[in-house]
């Protein structure tokens, strides 16, 4: 069997807030909380599960998506006006230019945490 990430930790200031904010803005369903996480399945393997802590370090978390996905990831940030950007040290300047992709984007939640995303080129 290969090895797979199952599961990640997301530390968060609001658990429900920053899984529902991530699921949103990623088109992905949000079913609540679970205990003391807020899960969000990513895909068949892995979920991410949110959880509140009283200050969260901020954690980088970078996806491979398709074209289409990232194109409606693009649109939804857009319509939300959720800052984006092309570098993770301005994930706020707009562009989609990527340093290690044909686009891509970084994106930040209220936690913190960095959104990375690149489609193939």
């Not at 992905?28 to 979920?47: C, Q």
């Not at 970078?62 to 993770?88: Q, S």
Request: a negative charge; charged letters at 20%; proline letters at 12%.
């Amino acid at each position: 069997m290969p090895i797979t990430l199952n599961h990640t930790i997301v530390p968060a200031a609001h658990n429900e807030r920053a899984a529902r904010f991530f699921a949103t803005v990623m088109g992905l369903p949000y079913e609540g909380p679970d205990r003391h996480f807020a899960p969000v399945r990513v895909n068949e393997s892995l979920t991410l599960d949110y959880l509140s802590v009283p200050e969260p370090p901020g954690t980088h978390l970078a996806f491979d998506v398709d074209p289409a996905t990232f194109d409606a990831v693009l649109i939804r940030l857009r319509e939300a006006a959720v800052p984006y950007g092309n570098d993770p040290s301005t994930p706020d300047n707009g562009r989609t230019d990527h340093p290690l992709a044909a686009r891509g984007l970084y994106f930040t939640d209220d936690s913190g945490n960095l959104y990375e995303l690149m489609p193939p080129a």
